[in-house]
């Protein structure tokens, strides 16, 4: 083989600009700590970081549904469980307002505090969380229940999303267990017996039968308190059901955020020491070059000729 | 033979060896030339021309000819290699610029607008009357639409920018042929001159990597030069070529022929040519076409769930990105509710079309049934902007009930899917149904949100039962999930699609770069193994020829000394 000098450069340039190279790219893994700077560095890699991605800014915005979602059922159902005492403080007025030896003035003081009761209710169902009531329909900013204790907005359950599939009812609306639309009677008689089934109507009729020292309708009372009393535990249940799903799904995206975070840093993040033995490994190789390089192509025949 | 004779030989020896060590100081001269041959003068011993029975020495030595170290063979393999090593390495830069577009390593890239924007929604549907969601939601839609702008806008520019670098590369065939027919005509008359096809042969070295041409050499050595059978140099003559763009904006190159402007743009076959029609008319109208489908069908989808819902205000059927097909819908009673991109392929083959659709009682020529009793449609396209109209065959229509009294159809053609809702009776009306649809060209750089004003967004299904209404909202960010896009995918897919081609795009170019980056340096090695200067190798030469020299003139000392020694003999 009949070897030039020119063919000493082309090798000697080539080689030093893939040394550079690869020093270069091992330079701008370090830099960036990642193994993938653009997707050719690993096409179908960068396709599943996209994907992963997609997937950890779901369940980042996830868990911001899941904190709205849970701010509103945690107040749903301490708000039933307020309503639950009272309804039993009820209960036990109701008692003492039947006993026989009890008379029409101690019945209107029990009454005053039956009203009291009442009003704690009414304000219960017309909780709000943020600007929003939680016992009302699609109709958010409307008080469920108006100032003639009847139900005043619509029923439909307001849904959000809390996971891909996953929904959560984050309202109740007040009809289900305080009030339908019916207004709260204001005179007796006649008593709306009927209407005991709901938590308002409850504590008013009784109000109103103490007010009006019928015993009758006491006893009454305290039948209608009792399944009113179901209604709500009913709905506490319910709600407990919807927080039990929501930690659920919480709880499975803390794992799956981990697991995301681990194949992401899998697939784009650089192996920080082997990137380094190679890049010093590139120097050496590189340093060598030059030295034998700067050695070699200084002389020739010529430098001998005198 | 005289004394005399060797006179001559000394001077044959001395006017060759002054030949051989002008040969080598040449060399020596151009060793770092590029495209330069190494020359080597051929000695040859002079016969003595006398016809003697018993051996008689020659005449001295001569020079026969100077030499060019040349592999023919080697030659034309290293320019066809190195006219694809420039394609490769062309291409290779442009394809590293979509790359860059499409970058989804840094945090800058569309996939988290994308997220970002479907997030948003969710958001608004979590607090459906909160002001900060609904605006934050307007933003991120824009952000997104400026994401997809500007990318569009980043590979147009990347056209233009190709165009411009063709138009140099086809001025500088031009300087390029009119030398080598120059040079041509020069070689013609002096066979001889070495050095000229040396330049010759860097010229169409060049030449190759500009656009892969055809070369043969006429009986008086001049090169003829074709491209796929048009020719650009014939012997003396030059043929200019040229580039312009035609109206579909695709780039055309011709020669111009005394009789005929041939377009010879099929024929350009390799080279940075070659490499900027691949990219410009390929590869980058590609993902163009992709980013115009996905905005088409970002906002067609979007916009026919947003106008079934209403604002804080309480309207509805407002649109939520600017529409970017053009509708019109001059007379009858049904509605076109959605253009969408079904098919990118054969969408961005019809790509600057328009389109008709017409109803009728009656039918008629190119018309078909849909139904019973049946009406009648027809759909045509015009690629003149609406002066000549023609009849195409789509796929047969889906009917399908939208609802009790409503109905809507489905048209599939030409990669779009048309959605027209209307009931059989309102289609045809007297003076029947007609839709004018034109898509936008450059729909992905038009791609924006319609409105500013936050109580718009139409988080409410039902315009009574507000703010709390998030129906709507849940139903639109629950979108991200669903095959919207064309090919039945998912918005993140749809572009997870993109970024993924033009990794693996980048990737190949890449290793076919690198590939005939070796081939290329191979060939070279090989062909400097012939043709190459060797330093050590001219020193030798200069060392052997200057001995000879000296050699030489020592011989003619020795002549004259003979002859002094003759003349003193006789003079006595």
Redesign the interface.
């Given at each position: 083989?009949?070897?030039?000098?020119?063919?000493f450069y082309?090798?000697f340039i080539?080689d030093m600009q893939k040394n550079m190279e690869a020093i270069f790219r091992s330079h701008e893994q370090l830099s960036t700590g990642?193994r993938?700077?653009?997707?050719?560095?690993?096409?179908?890699a960068?396709?599943r970081?996209?994907?992963y991605?997609?997937q950890i800014?779901?369940i980042?915005?996830s868990k911001?549904?899941i904190n709205?979602a849970k701010d509103s059922v945690e107040s749903m159902e301490s708000a039933m469980r307020n309503l639950n005492g009272i309804i039993t403080r009820a209960r036990e007025l109701a008692i003492r307002g039947a006993t026989g030896s009890v008379d029409a003035g101690a019945r209107r003081m029990i009454a005053s505090e039956v009203d009291a009761l009442l009003q704690s209710a009414i304000g219960i169902a017309n909780t709000r969380v943020?600007?929003?009531y939680i016992f009302?329909?699609?109709?958010?900013?409307v008080a469920p229940i108006d100032a003639s204790g009847a139900f005043a907005t619509?029923n439909?359950p307001?849904?959000?999303?809390i996971y891909?599939g996953i929904t959560v009812q984050i309202?109740m609306p007040a009809n289900r267990v305080f009030n339908d639309a019916t207004p709260l009677m204001t005179t007796a008689p006649p008593y709306d017996t009927a209407a005991g089934t709901f938590v308002l109507q409850a504590l008013n009729t009784l109000s109103l039968a103490l007010k009006g020292n019928d015993v009758g309708i006491i006893q009454q009372s305290l039948t209608n308190l009792d399944s009113v009393s179901g209604r709500a535990l009913e709905a506490i249940g319910e709600i407990g059901a919807t927080l039990n799903k929501i930690n659920t799904i919480e709880k499975y995206h803390n794992d799956r955020n981990h697991n995301l975070n681990t194949y992401l840093s899998k697939d784009?993040d650089a192996d920080i020491a082997r990137v380094v033995s190679e890049m010093a490994q590139r120097q050496t190789a590189l340093e060598g070059l030059r030295t034998v390089a700067t050695e070699f192509l200084r002389t020739?025949?010529?430098d001998?000729?005198r | 033979m005289p004394v005399i004779g060797l006179f001559d030989i000394g001077r044959t020896t001395l006017l060759a060896t002054r030949r051989a060590l002008d040969t080598t100081a040449h060399n020596v001269a151009n060793?770092?030339t590029p495209g330069y041959t190494r020359q080597e003068a051929m000695l040859e011993n002079i016969p003595s021309g006398t016809m003697i029975g018993t051996g008689v020495s020659g005449k001295g030595v001569r020079i026969i000819e100077v030499r060019r170290m040349y592999d023919a063979f080697t030659s034309l393999q290293l320019m066809n290699e190195k006219s694809n090593l420039s394609y490769w390495n062309t291409y290779n830069k442009g394809v590293?610029k979509i790359?860059?577009i499409?970058?989804?390593?840094r945090d800058t890239?569309i996939?988290?607008a994308?997220?970002?924007f479907f997030?948003s929604w969710?958001?608004v549907?979590?607090?459906?009357?909160?002001h900060t969601e609904r605006t934050l939601l307007i933003k991120n839609a824009e952000f997104l639409s400026l994401r997809i702008n500007m990318a569009y806008k980043s590979l147009n520019d990347l056209r233009s920018e190709i165009f411009k670098s063709s138009v140099s590369l086809v001025n500088e065939v031009n300087s390029i042929t009119s030398r080598i027919a120059d040079l041509n005509e020069k070689i013609a008359s002096s066979p001889g001159a070495l050095d000229l096809k040396d330049q010759r042969d860097h010229l169409l070295e060049r030449l190759n990597q500009i656009a892969k041409v055809t070369t043969f050499e006429d009986n008086v050595g001049r090169y003829n030069i074709l491209i796929g059978g048009t020719p650009l140099v014939d012997g003396g003559k030059v043929y200019r070529m040229s580039v312009s763009t035609d109206v579909n904006d695709n780039m055309q190159f011709f020669v111009n022929l005394p009789d005929e402007m041939r377009n010879v743009t099929n024929h350009i076959a390799g080279g940075e040519l070659k490499a900027n029609l691949d990219l410009r008319e390929n590869k980058i109208n590609d993902f163009m076409h992709r980013l115009n489908a996905f905005a088409i069908n970002l906002s067609d989808t979007i916009n026919l769930h947003h106008r079934r819902g209403f604002g804080l205000d309480g309207i509805g059927g407002r649109n939520f990105f600017n529409p970017l097909v053009s509708i019109t819908d001059p007379i009858g009673g049904g509605t076109v509710t959605s253009v969408s991109v079904v098919d990118v392929g054969l969408y961005s083959r019809n790509i600057n079309k328009q389109y008709r659709i017409d109803y009728n009682t009656t039918g008629g020529a190119g018309y078909q049934p849909e139904g019973t009793p049946p009406i009648f449609w027809r759909v045509q396209e015009s690629t003149d902007g609406g002066a000549t109209w023609t009849t195409i065959d789509p796929t047969v229509p889906t009917n399908v009930a939208l609802a009790v009294g409503t109905d809507f159809r489905t048209l599939t053609f030409n990669g779009i899917m048309v959605r027209i809702d209307g009931a059989p009776g309102a289609l045809i009306i007297p003076g029947g149904e007609r839709f004018d649809i034109n898509p936008r060209l450059h729909a992905a750089q038009e791609l924006g949100v319609a409105f500013s004003d936050p109580t718009r967004v139409a988080a409410?299904l039902?315009g009574t039962?507000?703010?709390?209404?998030?129906r709507n909202a849940?139903a639109i960010?629950?979108l991200i999930?669903q095959p919207i896009m064309a090919g039945r995918s998912t918005p993140?897919d749809f572009?997870?699609?993109m970024?993924?081609?033009?990794?693996?795009?980048?990737?190949s170019a890449?290793t076919s770069l690198r590939f005939y980056?070796t081939l290329v340096?191979e060939l070279?090695?090989k062909r400097?193994?012939?043709s190459?200067?060797?330093?050590?190798?001219e020193?030798?030469n200069?060392?052997k020829f200057q001995k000879l020299f000296e050699a030489a003139a020592r011989m003619i000392r020795v002549a004259d000394e003979l002859l002094t020694t003759l003349i003193n003999m006789t003079g006595r």
């Open positions: 083989m009949r070897i030039t000098m020119q063919m082309d090798r080539s990642k993938i700077n653009r997707p050719s560095d690993d096409p179908t960068m396709s970081v996209v994907g991605k997609t800014s779901a980042d915005q911001r549904a709205t943020g600007e929003r009302s329909g699609f109709q958010s900013n619509d439909n307001v849904s959000i999303d891909a309202n784009m020739s025949l010529f001998f000729i | 060793a770092a590293i790359e860059n499409f970058n989804e390593a890239g996939s988290p994308i997220t970002g997030n969710r958001e549907a979590q607090n459906p009357q909160g409410a039902d039962m507000l703010p709390g209404d998030n849940r960010a629950d999930n993140v572009y997870r699609s970024v993924a081609d033009a990794g693996v795009e980048a990737m890449k980056n340096e070279e090695r400097q193994e012939i190459g200067v060797s330093l050590d190798e020193a030798a200069l060392i």
